[in-house]
Each structure stands twice: as C-alpha cells, then as structure tokens.
C-alpha cells in the first residue's frame, strides 16, 4: 500500500468532495473546486500517479476505485453546472416575461411592403379557380394514406407490378408497409366516391389538389414531395370523348389559346382506357426545342375513363354512372409556365426567388 | 427495352420515315423513350497493319507508328501502347467523322505530322473500352477490310420503348411487331420455329421426369431434352442482336434462351442434364429456411416472410430429383445445374408462373430478372412450346450436332382461361362516346390475335392467352374498348366538353385558407415551402424524437422524420436567407404536421391492412398556419399584432391571448408566450409569442445579433371551424354622425385580471354609447403594488342620435369606474 492511500480514505476523502460540491455557492466558488478535485495537481491525480508504484493486484483495485471515484465526482460536478445552466435560463427568462393581453393598441407599426404568396401556391389557386369556372368543387385528402385507399380501392392489389412505379414510402406505424405516405392525390377519388355514395350525392364532379410524397433523388426536374391536382367526374353518360374535350378546354383556359393537348394510350389500373396527356411545349410553342426534345409536346399528366373495378369498390352502380378522372402535377405547371430551371428553388426559399411572384 | 429496327423489320414493313415511326409508336402506347444510331462514324474506317513504332523526340506518351491498308504506308501519332508491329487495328484516315462529330484532320504535334487516327473501341462505339486501341484478331481481319465489315456492325437504329405494365404481350419485338402490322393493317410474319425433328419418339424414351406439385403457383412446364450439344460461340448476328438489345452474349445455349425471351416474349431456363440429380425436375412451395445458391453466386434463405403487409413469404422452387431446390422459379436459376463449356445434355424449362407470386418473391429477395418482369405482368402459357422448338431451332445453328430426346414434356397446373365477353357498338360507344362500324371493330381485334365472331351485330370476343389484363364481362368491355381506341387512334376519336347544371366551389377550408394567406402577405409575409419529411436535427431540435413519425424507408437515412411543427423548417429557412446576407424578414408557411397515433389523444383510423378489411391506426394530420418574424424589430409585440392583422382579416370577433397553462409548448419562449382562445367557445386556436431564444441560437447559429423571433402557430382545422371560431356578425352598423369623446381610465388591477375582461367590464358599463375600449397603456413599479399591473384605457363614447351632454358622460365614467372597482376589485389610479 502506498503512503496515504488506502481504500477506507479514498471513501472518505469522495464523500467529503461530494459534499463541498453540493454546498459550494457561485459560479466562482465551483470553479475553484472543480480545479481543486479534478485538475493536474489534484489529490486523485497525486495518487493516480502513486498506482505505478504498487504491485499488480494492488494496482488494479485501486485503479479501478480511484476511476470510479474520479467519476461520481466529475458528474456530480457536471450536475451543478446544468443545475447552474438551469438556474440561470430560469432567471433569464422571468426577467424576461412579458404579458401579451396588455400590448398596446396599434403599437407596432405594419410594414408598408406586401409579402409574397409562394408561386405553387399561386399555380394552385390559378388552377382551382379554372376549375371552379368548369364546373368542379375543390376538395381535399389526407396526407397519409392506409395502402387500401392509395393502391387497393384503386385496383392495385398487393403484389401488382404497377406498384414499384410509385416508389412508395411506408411510415413506421403497424403491421409493415400498411401506412403510406400518399403517391398520387387519386386515394381523394375513392375518398370522394365513397362519400357521394353514403350521402347518396352523385353526380360528381370535383378536383382535389395537394401535396404527395415519392421515395425518389430530388434533381432538377424531380422532388420528392411534391403537388398534384386530380380531377374527378362521374355522371350519367360520361365517355373518353368527354375526357379528352376537358382535358383540351383546360389546357386552353390555363396556358392559352395557342397550347393544345394531345392524349396518348397509356396504363393506369384504375382507368381504361388510360392517356397520358401532353401539351404543346410552352417554351417552343410547339416549333420543337431542346425542352422537349424537338418534338414540340411536353407530358403532363396522366388520365383515362374510370375503370369499373374501382365503383365496384366503392360501391357506385357502372351500369348507370360512368366518368373519367385526370392528374397531373402543379409544379409542374408552374415549371413550365415560369421556365422554372430548377424544380428545387420552389422549396429553397430563398427569398430573392418568393419575390418574384 | 431495345429494339433493333433491323430486327423489327424481319416481321413487319417499316415506313420509310424513323420520325413517323416513333410517333406511330407514341400514338400505340409503345413509348419510344430513347432513339440510338449505332453503326455511325465508321464509313472509312479501315483494318491496318503496324509496321514501325518509333519514338518521337521530346515526348514520352506519344509515339509515331506506320500502318499500311493495302496501300501506302501511312504514319499516324498514336497515344495507346497496347499493340505491337504486326498488330491489326482501326484506322481512321483523314477526313473521316467519328460518332461522336469528331472529324478527323490532318495534325502535327511536337513537328510530326499525323494523318489520321488509329481508334478504340468507345471511339467507334463498339465497346466501353478506352484504355487501348482496339486490336484486332488476325484470323478476322484483313488490312484494308471495312471494319464495319469485321465487328459485323452495320448501320443500325435501337429504339427504347416503355412498356407499359397491361402490355406483357408487348414485350417483345413480336409483340411491338404485331401492333404496327394492326395499326398500319398490314401482313405480320410471325415466328413459325423448325426445330431438327426429335429421335425416339414416344413414351419413355425421354430420361426426366418431370412434376408440379403446387399447381397453383405454376400452371404449365414444357421441358425439353437435347444431347449431343455443343457449348460454343453464338452465331455473329444473333449475338449482334442481343448487344443491341443490351444484353451480353455468353455462350450460345444461353444467348438462345436470351433471344427467345427478346423474340416471344417468354423466357425459358436451360439446365445442365447431367448436373440435375434424379433427372428429374419438381415444381413446389419452398419450405421455410431451405437455401438456394443462384446463378448470380449469392445465396438465398427461401420462404421467409418479410413481414410486409400481404406478404405470403412464399417462394415457388424448381427441385431436383432429391427434392433439393435447383432455382427460384421465373426469378433466377441456382448455379447447380448452370450450363458450362462442358455441358453437353440440357433440360430447357419453358414455364407459366403465377404472376403475383414471382412478383412477390422477386420483391422480397430483391430480385428483379429480365425473366423475373416478364412473369410478374404474365406470360402467355400457350407460347411455351414455339419458344422451346425456337430455342432448339436457334442452338442448332451453332450446334449442328444436336438433338432433340423425344417430344417435350408438357405438364399443366391451373391456367386461367382467356376472357371471352360480347361485345356491340353501344357497349364501345359507352366507353368511347363514337359509334364505330363492328367491321372496324372486328379487323383491329383479330389483329392483335383476339378471336372475334359476328352474331347478328354483337361480337364474340375472346381475347388471346397473352392479354391476361383483359377481364370478363363486365369490366372486360372497358378492356376492349380501350384495344380498339388504341389500335383506332386517340386522336382520331370524336371529344366533347361535359356540363352539368351544379356550379364549381371552393371546400370551406380552401376558402379559409386562401383568406389567411392573404392577409398575411399583406402584412409583408413570405409565404414558404418547406419539407414534411425532416431529419433528425429537426426532432432533436425540439427534443421530441419519440413522438415523431418515423418513415420505414426515408431516401436519406438521416431524414427519417415527418414533422411535428413547421417551426425548424420556418428557422432553417430564416438561416439559409441570412448566410445570404437576406435575413431580415417574415414567412410563413401552410402545412401539415403528423403525431404518431398513440401520442394523438384521439388516433385517426381508417380502412385498411389488406384487402381493406381492418382498421388501421394512422397518424394524426394536423394543418398549421405558421408564421416566424425574424425583421430587426420583431418579438412577441409584432407577433400579437401579427395575430390581430389574422383575426381582423377573418373577422374572428371573440378571440384573447390567454397565459399558457401547465407545460409551454415545444419551442416557445417560456415567459413570452399565449395561447389565442376564442372567448365564446374556450375553442384553441394556437400560441403565439416568440422563439425559444435557446432554440433559436441553436438553429440559427450564425444569428446572434441578440435578436428576438416572434412566432403564431394556429390551427387551420379550428380556424376553419365556424363551430369553434366566431365570426363577426354579418349585420353592418352605420357609424353615428355625432361626435365622439374619449374617457381615459387608469385601473390599477391583480397581474390575474385580463385585460380582456377589463374591457368588457367597461363596454357594458359604458352600455350602447361605448364605441371602442382600447388599453393604451400599460405600467408596473413606482406607485403599484407589486403583483398588480395599472391599465390605463380608453373608452370612446357615443350616441346614434345626439351629441353626448357633460352629465352623459361624468354619470358613464361613474358608473365604468364602479363597475371596476366593484367586479374586478381595481382601484382608480
């Protein structure tokens, strides 16, 4: 054993310590003990530095006493400084308080410059109002979706190939890959159906604009959360060529007399047939460019006649309702109407680009 | 996938004009995504023999080198040191343009002068490889042949189609084959096979066995039996074509499978005969754990399930003869039975799998086959046994020697017959809004191999095994209608704009909505979008990690949070702006923020689980309007001004910023915070007040100019609750056209006493004159006891119909003065 060291002494040297640290008072006061308990000249450190002295045996029991002495002690010491931090925010903060019943009336001047709504905002509430022109109400869904309203009341089933073309992204909630961020806004088309079914209020005719999520790299033309806006009509004698009509009168309402829409066979489960739209390239005005790949058309959206698997789900009698439904995104619009670069300024924020619209 | 035109052509003339074909193929469905020129820029290029290398003075990576066509020699400056004197390589001469525009000239470098270009492979876009010239094999190639002539590279167009998923029969080059011959109406040469006829006919006389135990999962397999094959090199033009395609040649017995599956559309398997235990092949459900090496030399634990929702965890496994799983049927083959150099016997499998099956298997181990995309859309079980006699009929071209053991065996599980349904013209005018002639309707669908029979003005239509995605009456006649609208045209059909007599609308939260954000652009906000999904900062930020939302599989592995308030999204973006010296500034954003379902006091549920037949916990969806002040001035001040500016717009009439009781929500300034009640309903509508400063100095690190950010957070859904949220009633009142007086009052009051209820206590004292109560002041220290605060207001009075009299308003103040002093036990300061 070495002079001045010895278990019973190290006990009541840690217990003495520990008591001055919890009645030192003040900042200053703390910071002289802890230079005095753990600093290089420290009465742990003078014996730390002993141990190599001692045999072997000797040396680990002890090492390992005075570790564990050198930590009660340091975080006893770390306790009264976030007790200290504590204290402190607390006063801070009283010194701070400030009662908001009692500002005074128009005290606080407004500021003389106009904000700035965000430009998909705009685009959205342009593309509502065409909408509303046109007949349709604007309803809204959730964000987060069972996998029965994103993909199975849409004739989706589980394991259906289409499904890995939405690069779905699961939440952590329940039994895996049953809870979904949205991929499209068509689960608001079985939503609506289903609601116009119990409240027995069909015809109808709706658009459903708002944000949808794909696990996919965000680039220059791809986010992963993004808007769309989906279209919905079921009536009495609805057929592809009512579709394709809307589908043209939309494009003219919204970008203009000169841009068209072509439609294009293409596959959705929930619709047959199915289209893919596209419009006369805005940049180009059709003269064919680098945009669109000299072919004068951009894609812009996806569409088709319901398909009667989908009212078989929810309820809706095919013999006598028939529609169509349509969907494409509002950044989208907003990128080609505005010549948008890059996609990715539109959630940048960056205030030199919110000013603009 | 790629399609070779010259390839194409083989079963069906081609317009002259590649821009009509594309957009016949766009107008079919058949998106043509990609359009590449192969065999360009090698017009000129020419085989050449080294004959000299020699070093050029003062340059270490460049050497001259003559090479001689059947001409003269030339001497070129070449770069690559992978040839020697006798080598055979391209040469480009002078004048020549490459693929890539490159045009060679006649250049000197370091005084010597270089007349041409000797080139590698990527340079004449044969090959990825740029290290070296690409030398030829002397015993191919001849100095002063073409080379287009050697690599047997002939000027080509691939074109890259999307197919799209209910077009498993388009697939192919057949398949696309087949719709232009029905769009352009005319002949389409089909794929009849010759194989070399097979010995030993009849039964027994073939060596496997073979056995579907689960016929469910495997509706047909047609296995065929070859000795005496060769395992060699394919044929040049159809390992040409599988390059073009984009696949890798490998031997020709596997190439043969590869261009089967490319041709018809079905892919097949070949086994090793003489490695397949028992000869014999049996095909059933995977017992859990079993394990299976693949072709791909990974190893694999079947019939495990992922736990996913609908996941069976079944595998379907090809065995052998011990019943030890050889392959993952329609996914991958094990490498046990892989067909080698010595391979000589081979069992070729030309199968039917159950679509949804493979498809799952292929999910769970990851596992996406060319072979693999084909099942999962379906296969037409009726082309198994053309693409086997396809397969033995191509091998025996570099396997002269082959033959056939016997007729295929043929064994059959489950098939699900093809969709017949009747069809008439009102049926496709239904769908299509024209009435087409059902001649018209006919030739387009027998076209595409539906079999079709006119009874007395409806069709008969069966649809070919190949169109899985073709359903029954009633459902299949939209099936129908859309083959015709395609092989029609779209653009050819009649369009009308639909009317109805109800008018368009906003939903009342829309309408809300829009109103908020007007009226906080108006008071010079910004408006913001930022990210629902968030990284762990922003949790840590707030330290609500274990309430979160967590995503099962975020992009970024460090983003796996949905928010929980638009607070750190609204600061991050406040910080990036000042690292932009832009700091200065107000936005807002409109957004929803998530609960996990079981820290929501009351959890969403839906429909849901599979085939909707449960109810599922969601988490709850909460719409914020969020506003963050972050101009020099701002605090909890311009925050409640703010507010007022909101609830002005909205014309809320009843709210009040009432002390926060019990824990300060996440991010507030403890002592500078409120909640905004409405005073009728005790409905909440949010908080207000400013930024933690200790959260703001960790958010916005670069910020520490001392400055305070204000903040109100309310909820839409309450905002947007004419329940919850009153409104200014709608009744408009015509200001009085007598003078108004003011009467100033200083109360001192208990810290307790609202201000609110001071006014209100005035307003009905004061009784119809009162026109506004107004706290314009407000005092504590010197004068006030402690715990109480003086209020010093004032009280506009007025009457409608004269001007108010000295006594009115001496005998109003009395009695606002005792109503004070008595209710709310204030004292006259």
Not at chain 1, 76 to 93: F, H, S, Y
Not at chain 1, 160 to 189: I, K, N, W
Not at chain 2, 346 to 356: G, K, S, T
Not at chain 2, 487 to 516: D, K, M
Request: aromatic share 4%.
């Amino acid at each position: 054993m070495a002079p001045g060291l010895d278990e019973s002494e190290l006990a009541a040297y840690v217990e003495d310590a520990l008591s001055r640290v919890a009645s030192a008072s003040g900042p200053a006061a703390l910071g002289a003990l802890r230079a005095e308990l753990t600093g290089r000249r420290s009465t742990l450190a003078k014996w730390h530095r002993e141990l190599g002295s001692l045999g072997p045996d000797e040396r680990r029991t002890l090492g390992r006493l005075l570790n564990e002495a050198e930590r009660a002690i340091t975080e006893a010491l770390g306790e009264r400084d976030a007790e200290r931090a504590r204290e402190a925010r607390a006063e801070r903060l009283v010194a701070d308080r400030l009662s908001l019943d009692e500002l005074v009336d128009r005290a606080v001047d407004t500021p003389l410059a106009r904000g700035h709504r965000h430009l998909v905002t705009k685009t959205r509430d342009e593309l509502e109002d065409v909408f509303v022109a046109m007949g349709y109400q604007v309803v809204e869904g959730p964000e987060v979706e069972t996998d029965w309203y994103n993909f199975e009341a849409l004739n989706l089933p589980l394991g259906h190939p289409a499904r890995g073309m939405h690069d779905t992204m699961y939440l952590d909630v329940g039994t895996s890959e049953s809870v979904v961020l949205r991929t499209h806004t068509s689960p608001v088309q079985v939503r609506s159906m289903e609601a116009a079914v119990r409240d027995r209020s069909l015809p109808l005719h709706v658009v459903a604009p708002g944000r949808v999520y794909r696990r996919d790299t965000p680039d220059a033309s791809h986010l992963v959360e993004f808007n769309q806006i989906e279209g919905l009509v079921v009536d009495e004698g609805i057929t592809f060529a009512d579709l394709a009509g809307t589908i043209s009168a939309f494009t003219s309402a919204y970008f203009g007399d000169d841009i068209s829409a072509r439609l294009r066979p293409s596959y959705f489960p929930f619709t047959e047939p199915s289209a893919e739209f596209d419009i006369t390239c805005t940049i180009c005005r059709g003269a064919r460019c680098r945009t669109c790949s000299q072919t004068g058309w951009m894609e812009l959206g996806g569409c088709g006649v319901i398909d009667p698997a989908v009212f078989a789900a929810v309820g809706i009698d095919p013999a006598r309702w028939s529609g169509f439904a349509f969907g494409f995104g509002i950044d989208r619009c907003a990128f080609m109407r505005h010549q948008i670069a890059d996609l990715r300024a539109l959630v940048d924020n960056d205030v030199r680009f919110l000013r603009q619209f | 996938m790629r399609v070779a035109l010259s390839w194409l052509a083989s079963y069906v003339p081609l317009p002259e004009s590649l821009d009509e074909l594309v957009a016949t193929l766009d107008d079919l469905g058949l998106v043509v995504e990609d359009i590449e020129h192969v065999g360009l820029g090698l017009d000129g290029v020419v085989v050449v023999q080294v004959e000299r290398i020699d070093a050029i003075e003062g340059a270490d990576r460049i050497r001259l080198v003559t090479v001689r066509d059947r001409g003269a020699p030339v001497e070129v400056v070449c770069g690559a040191w992978n040839f020697e004197v006798g080598s055979l390589v391209p040469f480009a001469p002078v004048g020549t343009v490459l693929r890539d525009g490159t045009a060679i000239s006649r250049r000197t470098m370091r005084g010597v002068v270089s007349n041409g270009m000797l080139c590698s492979g990527r340079e004449l876009g044969v090959g990825d490889d740029h290290e070296g010239l690409l030398v030829l094999d002397e015993s191919a190639a001849t100095p002063g042949q073409p080379i287009a002539e050697v690599l047997g590279v002939d000027r080509d167009v691939v074109l890259d189609i999307a197919i799209e998923g209910n077009r498993p029969d388009a697939w192919c080059v057949e398949g696309v084959a087949r719709d232009l011959a029905a769009r352009y109406d005319v002949a389409f040469h089909r794929t009849e096979p010759d194989p070399p006829a097979p010995i030993g006919e009849g039964a027994g006389s073939v060596p496997v066995a073979v056995e579907i135990v689960d016929p469910d999962l495997c509706g047909r397999f047609v296995a065929t039996v070859l000795i005496d094959v060769d395992v060699a090199e394919s044929p040049r033009w159809l390992a040409r074509r599988l390059e073009l395609a984009g696949m890798r040649p490998i031997n020709n017995v596997v190439d043969a499978s590869n261009y089967v599956m490319l041709e018809l559309g079905q892919p097949t398997h070949a086994y090793d005969l003489d490695r397949l235990a028992g000869h014999a092949i049996r095909v059933r459900r995977a017992v859990t754990g079993e394990e299976l090496e693949l072709l791909d030399g990974s190893s694999i634990e079947l019939a495990v399930d992922s736990g996913a929702i609908g996941d069976t965890g079944e595998d379907l496994a090809i065995c052998d003869g011990d019943d030890v799983p050889i392959g993952l049927a329609g996914v991958m083959g094990g490498s046990s039975s892989e067909i080698g150099p010595a391979t000589t016997s081979v069992v070729l499998e030309a199968a039917w799998f159950e679509p949804i099956g493979v498809a799952r298997t292929a999910k769970r181990h990851r596992l996406r086959t060319e072979a693999s995309v084909r099942f999962e859309r379906g296969c037409d079980y009726a082309n198994c046994d053309r693409a086997s006699a396809r397969f033995v009929e191509l091998l025996a071209m570099s396997s002269p020697g082959l033959r056939v053991l016997g007729a295929p065996i043929d064994v059959r599980g489950e098939l699900r017959r093809p969709a017949s349904l009747r069809v008439d013209a009102d049926a496709i005018e239904g769908v299509l809004g024209v009435r087409l002639g059902l001649d018209e309707v006919a030739r387009l669908l027998s076209a595409i191999g539906f079999d079709v029979a006119d009874r007395d003005g409806t069709l008969e239509v069966t649809a070919p095994s190949g169109r899985p995605d073709v359903r029954d009456a009633p459902f299949g006649v939209a099936d129908v209608a859309e083959e015709v609208a395609r092989l029609h045209g779209y653009a050819a059909l009649p369009t009308r704009v639909p009317s109805w007599p109800a008018p368009g609308g906003l939903a009342p939260v829309v309408r809300v909505r829009r109103a908020v954000r007007e009226a906080l652009v108006g008071i010079g906000a910004l408006e913001a979008w930022t990210a629902a999904i968030v990284p762990a900062d922003d949790a840590q930020l707030l330290g609500d990690e274990d309430e979160r939302v967590r995503l099962t599989n975020p992009v970024a592995a460090d983003a796996p949070f949905l928010r929980s308030s638009l607070m750190p999204g609204l600061l991050g973006a406040v910080r990036r702006n000042a690292e932009r010296r832009q700091g200065d500034l107000a936005l807002f954003e409109i957004g929803v923020v998530f609960a996990h379902p079981s820290a929501a006091p009351t959890a969403r549920v839906e429909r849901g689980g599979a085939g909707g037949g449960e109810l599922v916990k969601l988490p709850s969806e909460d719409e914020r309007v969020s506003l963050l002040l972050a101009r020099p001035l701002d605090d909890a001040r311009t925050a409640v001004a703010a507010w007022r500016a909101l609830a002005t717009a909205l014309r809320l009439s009843h709210t009040r910023l009432d002390p926060i009781a019990g824990t300060t929500p996440l991010g507030l300034h403890p002592t500078r915070c409120a909640a905004i009640v409405d005073a009728s309903t005790g409905a909440v509508l949010g908080t207000l007040g400013e930024v933690d400063p200790d959260i703001a100095a960790r958010a916005m690190p670069g910020l520490d100019d001392g400055r305070r950010l204000g903040w109100v957070d309310v909820s839409m859904g309450v905002l947007a609750d004419h329940d919850a949220v009153l409104r200014e009633s709608d009744v408009a009142s015509v200001p009085s056209r007598y003078p108004t007086s003011d009467v100033d009052l200083a109360f001192v009051l208990d810290e307790s006493v609202h201000v609110e209820e001071l006014k209100a206590v005035l307003r009905d004292a004061a009784g119809e004159l009162c026109e506004s109560v107004e706290c314009f002041d407000a005092y504590r220290g010197h004068g006030v006891p402690p715990g109480s605060r003086s209020l010093a207001m004032r009280v506009r009075l007025c009457a409608l119909d004269r001007t108010l009299s000295e006594e009115a308003l001496a005998s109003t103040r009395v009695a606002m003065i005792d109503a004070a002093t008595g209710s709310l036990s204030a004292t006259l300061r």
